[in-house]
């Protein structure tokens, strides 16, 4: 059973950098997506973005300009940099484990969906 | 990019009932939709993908269907384990993943 846990400061200042670090347990890092997706209190889940197993990054358009994901397979973890945060980047933060469908029309696989999360962790940005 | 809608946003029903969720998509995703289901607190859980391929372990009361820009999440006799909020999410650009509004499930 594959287990991610996410850690990191529960509280972060606004305009700082806010830095997650995800734990994948089974040793599956070195295949497969790994994502970051959050949730604002009272609202819908927003995906951030995702580090594929070959080290490629894509990122939420809206997010781009202040987004990094990052893996470090040698520790099974990956990480999350959000810079220049504000009061609107506080929410729960999840990371995902992202699996590929083969699309036989076009010899491609699609990314992602997500079969593995975390429990999540609340990051609220306040002075 | 690929915006999702669903609807409703909020179902009432009661345990027994059949549900059905819609969630479209602002232009063709082809099959490439999922679907889960989240509760409050906890990790949001994979029910379906491939739009219509049902997750290992999931029970076999829930299906899906759709392709192109219209899709559905159906609950054939709804459980008392099943209130809980679901979620479309659209994987169709490998470049940007979006998410439905999300469809919160309540007792009526």
């Known amino acids: 059973q594959v287990q991610l846990q996410e850690s990191g400061p529960g509280l972060v200042k606004p305009s700082e950098t806010l830095s997650l670090t995800c734990t994948v347990s089974?040793?599956?890092?070195?295949?497969?997506?790994w994502n970051w997706i959050r949730q604002p209190p009272g609202k819908g889940l927003e995906w951030v973005g995702y580090v594929s197993h070959i080290g490629t990054t894509y990122y939420n358009p809206s997010l781009k300009s202040r987004v990094s994901i990052s893996v470090d397979t040698s520790k099974s973890q990956f990480s999350l940099k959000l810079s220049s945060v504000t009061a609107a980047d506080t929410a729960v933060y999840y990371c995902a484990r992202g699996r590929e469908d083969y699309d036989i029309l076009t010899g491609y696989y699609k990314r992602n969906h997500f079969d593995y999360w975390g429990q999540g962790t609340l990051v609220t940005v306040s002075s | 990019d690929i915006q999702m809608t669903q609807s409703p946003s909020i179902l009432s029903a009661s345990v027994g009932d059949r549900v059905t969720i819609t969630c479209r998509a602002s232009?063709?995703?082809?099959?490439?939709l999922a679907w889960y289901q989240h509760k409050p607190g906890k990790a949001p859980k994979l029910l379906i993908y491939k739009a219509s391929t049902l997750e290992s372990g999931v029970p076999s009361r829930f299906s899906a269907s759709g392709s192109g820009t219209e899709f559905t999440l159906t609950i054939s006799s709804l459980q008392p384990d099943d209130f809980a909020t679901y979620y479309c999410?659209?994987?169709?650009?490998?470049?940007?993943?979006?998410f439905g509004g999300g469809t919160k499930v309540e007792i009526k």
């Open positions: 089974d040793g599956s890092i070195s295949s497969y997506s």
């Open positions: 232009q063709s995703i082809s099959i490439w």
């Open positions: 999410q659209q994987y169709n650009a490998y470049n940007f993943l979006s």
